[in-house]
């Protein structure tokens, strides 16, 4: 009668075992996919953030070329008046997006792949767009320009009992190449548009 009921508990263990260790796998599986997944996308927006920056650092005051100068107040010396590299002139704004922010949000969010809609992810967002919950956020100083993308990413096997989507989010900061006839070394930045990145 107790080898029965041993033989009995040893067949309930090695079940228990065996379910046990198939739901380990299992969720092994799943966050070896998520975390490939996951890493995968990391790579893609860092890029999509750099190129963005690169983007709306290529947006070069036209001013600046021709060594114009801005409206300067009567106490601030001239030197801090000049033009800035990066197009952050109000003047060059269409719509509500500075020069720079447009080629720096257009670029971004194509290359991040950032839908329009969760429903129809092959229509793309532009630059118009609100860039909310994801897309693309840029500033600029005048002298360098900083991008910050935000993707949600869907995981292809979720846990049970987490989310299905995590936002990546990157950042990039760029600055803009202009040959002049005379070598500059710095550029003297002013208050970030539309406003300064978070920190």
Same mark, same amino acid.
């Given at each position: ?46 890029? !999509? #953030?750099?190129?963005? =920056? /690169?983007?709306?650092? &290529? %947006?070069?005051? +036209?001013?600046? @070329?021709?060594? *114009? ?37 257009? !670029? #971004?969010?194509?290359? =991040? /792949?950032?839908?329009? &809609? %969760?429903?129809? +992810?092959?229509? @793309?967002?532009? *630059? ?42 990157? =950042? ?28």
């Amino acid at each position: 009668m107790s080898s029965r009921r041993t033989a009995r508990q040893r067949g309930q263990t090695l079940i228990v075992f065996a379910l046990g260790f198939a739901l380990f796998l299992f969720s092994l599986t799943c966050l070896v996919a998520d975390s490939a997944y996951l890493f995968v996308w990391s790579g893609r927006v860092e890029s !999509a #953030a750099q190129l963005g =920056a /690169q983007s709306g650092a &290529d %947006a070069v005051d +036209p001013r600046y @070329l021709y060594n *114009a100068t801005g409206a300067c107040p009567a106490a601030t010396p001239a030197a801090a008046c000049a033009v800035q590299i990066v197009d952050i002139s109000t003047q060059d704004r269409e719509g509500t997006l500075y020069a720079f922010q447009r080629a720096c949000i257009e !670029a #971004a969010d194509q290359s =991040a /792949q950032i839908p329009r &809609d %969760a429903a129809n +992810p092959l229509a @793309l967002k532009t *630059a118009d767009d609100p860039q909310v919950p994801e897309g693309t956020l840029c500033a600029s100083d005048g002298c360098r320009v900083y991008a910050e993308v935000a993707r949600v990413v869907h995981l292809p096997i979720p846990l049970p009992g987490f989310p299905d989507t995590v936002t990546v989010r990157a =950042a990039g900061y760029a600055a803009p190449v202009v040959g002049t006839s005379v070598a500059t070394s710095t550029c003297t930045g002013i208050a970030w548009v539309p406003a300064p990145p978070p920190r």
